[in-house]
T-cell receptor
Framework: KNQVEQSPQSLIILEGKNCTLQCNYTVSPFSNLRWYKQDTGRGPVSLTI???SENTKSNGRYTATLDADTKQSSLHITASQLSDSASYIC?????????????WGLGTSLAVNP | ETGVTQTPRHLVMGMTNKKSLKCEQH?????MYWYKQSAKKPLELMFV???????ENNSVPSRFSPECPNSSHLFLHLHTLQPEDSALYLC???????????????????FGEGSRLTVL
């Protein structure tokens, strides 16, 4: 069964610190993997989209890595800011079949405290 | 501002009411989506429209009725809902891929702010 699992479920860090969020997936074959940021009460916003051939992709202070062999991805946040407090959702698109619906993780809830 | 606008942002309705959620996108996309987001559950895809035609209905109960009059507007008509239908309803848009598949390939989804629905 195609699944996306994220860890930790929630995380609290101090402003200015770095953190890494994990995503493991069992989707096969695989087309691409996305990370979204969702502020409380708002819609998700795309951070990165990575295909199987990409190992690292950055978007400002956000850096996503992908290991297609081990089916793992991580999102690293550098020098965290209060505005980084949000839910971070990992999403995978299967690579085959007519029904290639996105498979969404439950998200990691990040709180950045002053 | 994502280019996708949803109204109303909040809605409280009784089980016998009829209401509608509205979504409008200003991005020139040709695919639009309705998602449901409930607590402690991943986003659930409800409906997909590609060039105004419904291409996907993920076994959504008939008390939810979508309407897509053109590629820029999407509605979700609600009637005789149940308390378990309370959730955040998200509209999204994207470009269809080269095969015309909505949200296919690396097509990025652009979400609205959502409509928080409470059914009493």
């Amino acid at each position: 069964k195609n699944q996306v699992e994220q860890s930790p479920q929630s995380l609290i860090i101090l402003e200015g610190k770095n953190c890494t969020l994990q995503c493991n997936y069992t989707v096969s074959p695989f087309s691409n993997l996305r990370w979204y940021k969702q502020d409380t009460g708002r819609g998700p916003v795309s951070l990165t989209i990575m295909t199987f051939s990409e190992n690292t992709k950055s978007n400002g202070r956000y850096t996503a890595t992908l290991d297609a062999d081990t089916k793992q991805s991580s999102l690293h946040i550098t020098a965290s800011q209060l505005s980084d407090s949000a839910s971070y959702i990992c999403v995978v698109r299967p690579g085959a079949g007519n029904n290639r619906k996105l498979i969404w993780g439950l998200g990691t809830s990040l709180a950045v405290n002053p | 501002e994502t280019g996708v606008t949803q109204t109303p942002r909040h809605l409280v309705m009784g089980m016998t009411n009829k209401k509608s959620l509205k979504c409008e996108q200003h991005l020139g996309h040709n695919a639009m989506y309705w998602y449901k987001q409930s607590a402690k559950k991943p986003l659930e895809l409800m409906f997909v429209y590609n060039f105004k035609e419904q291409t996907e209905n993920n076994s959504v109960p008939s008390r939810f009725s979508p309407e897509c009059p053109n590629s820029s507007h999407l509605f979700l008509h609600l009637h005789t809902l149940q308390p378990e239908d309370s959730a955040l309803y998200l509209c999204a848009s994207s470009q269809a891929d080269s095969r015309g598949l909505a949200g296919g390939g690396t097509g990025e989804l652009f979400f609205g702010e959502g409509s928080r629905l409470t059914v009493l």
